[in-house]
């Protein structure tokens, strides 16, 4: 067999030859002969200049997306490839295939790609909006009691480990505090046992308390200390936290945030283990503020339980002048970042706790 052709016709285009299975690298240029393609190598001193021979049906094209080379597989497996898109697009055209994919005819027609684009934010905005609500109430009732438990004691590990040390109170105020405690989650959803308190020196956090899902709920010296004598504040507060346990805003908090997490997967790919991470870490999103509905409940269910017990039941409403005055804190945002707005909830607070008086009744005689 003749080592060339008697004469070379016009090449279609330059590349990179590839044997079948194998990632050696032959340079060379891609021919068209009689309606065949033909591969002939570049490099000097091979005897036998044709690499690969197959007709035009036989052989796959890949389609462009934009400038990702060109690959032409042979019947043999062996595989052609090459940059030169726009030289193997002219041909293609010039045999009447010469129509792009649907991916780069996006790319390269601009309105087309900004009209996806904003198709895409539409259908995202319009899922976080309506259907991510539904999907995460849905998610709160079937969610097994095992989540949170799991979701509280990593939390409450992990912080033990980093940020937390263990209280300095006595044990003689822990247990005072302890005691009223229970007689207000006597009155909470699920009873007092339930409801799990823990002290703990709170550390660069300071002040501060949190409920994790599963009813545990951490009070820490700082807050304690900062209250003074006033202890009716003190439960109040974790009042305020046994509605956040009661009203599961921490599952929502966790099942948005994946939902979200979801959302960017949807449009952007793989991001990775983000929404493992979520998942398998989840509590360390209770650090993360509340919505302003959600404290608001909580705030209406402390002075709700504070009054069962028998306790005063405005008594929150003086941790948000403490707020005020002692860390000066007169904004919409609280100087603790699970509890946001100061003010206005104060007042909140005032008005909820008036109202329930003045429906209370009074027994007879």
């Known amino acids: ?15 990179i030859w590839h044997p ?5 690298e032959v340079r060379a240029r891609l021919l068209d002969v009689g309606g065949s393609f033909i591969v002939l190598s570049d490099e000097e001193g091979d005897e036998d200049r044709r690499l690969a021979w197959g007709i035009r049906s036989d052989i796959e094209i890949s389609p462009r997306v934009g400038s990702i080379p060109r690959r032409i597989v042979f019947g043999n497996q062996s595989v052609f490839e090459t940059r030169d898109n726009e030289a193997v697009d002219a041909y293609l055209r010039s045999r009447g295939e010469g129509r792009s994919s649907f991916i780069h005819g996006l790319e390269i027609v601009r309105p087309r790609l900004i009209a996806f684009a904003l198709a895409t934010v539409v259908l995202a905005s319009i899922i976080y ?44 105020r822990q247990t005072e505090i302890r005691d009223d405690f229970t007689k207000l989650a006597t009155n909470a959803e699920g009873g007092a046992g339930r409801y799990h308190l823990n002290f703990r020196d709170g ?20 807050l304690v200390e900062l209250a003074g004598g006033d202890q009716e504040m003190v439960i109040a507060v974790l009042g305020h936290e046994i509605g956040h346990v009661e ?31 979520i998942l398998t870490q989840g509590g360390g999103l209770l650090a993360l503020s509340y919505s302003r509905e959600a404290e608001a409940q909580a705030d209406r269910r402390s002075v709700e339980l504070m009054q069962a ?27 603790l970042s699970t509890h946001p707005g100061t003010p206005e909830r104060r007042q909140a607070i005032l008005d ?3 109202e329930l008086k003045e429906k209370q009744v009074v027994p007879s005689g």
Do not use: C, W
């Not at 067999?1 to 590349?15: N, R």
């Not at 949170?148 to 409450?156: F, I, K, Q, R, V």
């Not at 929150?316 to 904004?331: G, N």
């Open 247 to 277: 009203y599961k805003h921490s599952l929502r908090q966790l099942y948005r945030a994946a939902g979200v997490a979801g959302l960017v997967l949807l449009i952007a790919g793989d991001v990775g283990s983000g929404v493992q991470d």
């Open 1 to 15: 067999m003749d080592s060339t052709l008697a004469s070379d016709p016009e090449a279609i285009a330059t590349g």
């Open 20 to 24: 079948p299975h194998s990632s050696r």
């Open 129 to 172: 909006r309506y259907a991510l609500p539904i999907l995460v109430e849905l998610a709160v009732v079937v969610t097994p009691p095992v989540v949170p438990e799991m979701m509280s004691a990593g939390t409450l590990t992990t912080l033990d480990r980093v940020t937390f040390h263990p209280s300095k109170l006595s044990e003689a």
């Open 352 to 354: 909820y706790a008036k």
């Open 309 to 335: 017990a028998g306790k005063d039941p405005a008594a929150l409403s003086r941790f948000f002048d403490i707020l005020e005055t002692k860390l000066d804190d007169h904004s919409s945002t609280s100087m």
């Open 203 to 222: 550390g660069l956090i300071g002040a501060n308390a949190f409920a994790l899902p599963d009813g545990n709920l951490v009070l820490t010296d700082q």
